[in-house]
């Protein structure tokens, strides 16, 4: 009964929560990225390159002969080094942006510890003053 008492605790505390929310937004994140090696970045790469395919580059480990990765992987064992390349990249723009997010959030708390604490608030004038030690004795 304790264990359950001990993981709600857990599970209800804001770290969880934002955990949460940050898996979330990173499978997202993780799908625009795909996309943006996919379909920007890789065709950009290729066509550096005089055209080639990575999607396409791959060693049949099985003997076949095929065109395509997909008609490869039908007839046996490949070595997909091609996807490989592709997941690579993926990951290190994802890592970069990562470290970038990162970079800026730890920008923003130095400038807040560095900031100056709020001054402390200014003497009210003497008739303010004066008018509160009116009403302090009247009220005796």
Not at 67 to 87: C, D, M
Not at 93 to 105: E, G, H, R
Not at 129 to 135: D, G
């Amino acid at each position: 009964m304790a264990f359950l008492k001990e993981f709600r605790e857990f599970a209800v505390k804001g770290n969880v929560i934002d955990l949460a929310v940050g898996v979330i937004i990173g499978g997202a994140f993780s799908k625009i990225v795909d996309s943006l090696v996919k379909d920007i970045i890789m065709p950009v790469i290729s066509r550096l390159f005089g055209g080639l395919d990575f999607s396409n580059y791959f060693i049949p480990l099985a003997g076949q002969s095929a065109p395509t990765l997909a008609e490869a992987q039908k007839a046996g064992a490949v070595f997909a080094y091609g996807n490989f390349i592709t997941v690579a990249l993926n990951f290190l723009i994802l890592a970069f942006v990562i470290f970038l997010m990162v970079q800026q959030i730890n920008r923003l708390k130095r400038r807040q510890e560095a900031a100056p604490p709020p001054a402390a608030p200014a003497p009210p004038p003497e008739d303010v003053l004066l008018l509160r030690e009116i009403r302090d004795a009247l009220k005796k």
